[in-house]
């Protein structure tokens, strides 16, 4: 069928069960994390993402980074 194609009730139904399958099984794939194979110096910023990756991506688990940025004169700036 075409774009803008009149389709039935029961065609319209099974295209979306279809959409809807292909979704769920994009959803489950399991990905590699992120930090496979990487070196980070233990205890560093890094390091403890790293740690945590997995529950993050899992939805067990939520970071919130904060960034904290010095200007030349050492004024502090938090950006929004």
């Given amino acids: 069928m075409n ?3 009149i389709r039935n009730k029961a065609d ?12 769920r ?3 489950t794939k399991e990905r590699p994390l992120f930090s ?3 070196n980070y110096r233990k205890g560093s910023f890094l390091d403890r993402l ?3 990756e997995s529950e993050v991506r899992n939805g067990r688990k939520s970071t919130i980074i904060l960034l904290d940025i ?9 950006p929004i």
């Fill in 12 to 23: 319209f139904e099974r295209k979306k069960r279809e959409i809807e399958e292909m979704n």
């Fill in 36 to 38: 496979l194979n990487m």
């Fill in 3 to 5: 774009k803008g194609e």
């Fill in 50 to 52: 790293k740690e945590r």
């Fill in 70 to 78: 010095k200007t030349k004169k050492e004024k502090r700036h938090r």
């Fill in 25 to 27: 099984e994009e959803d």
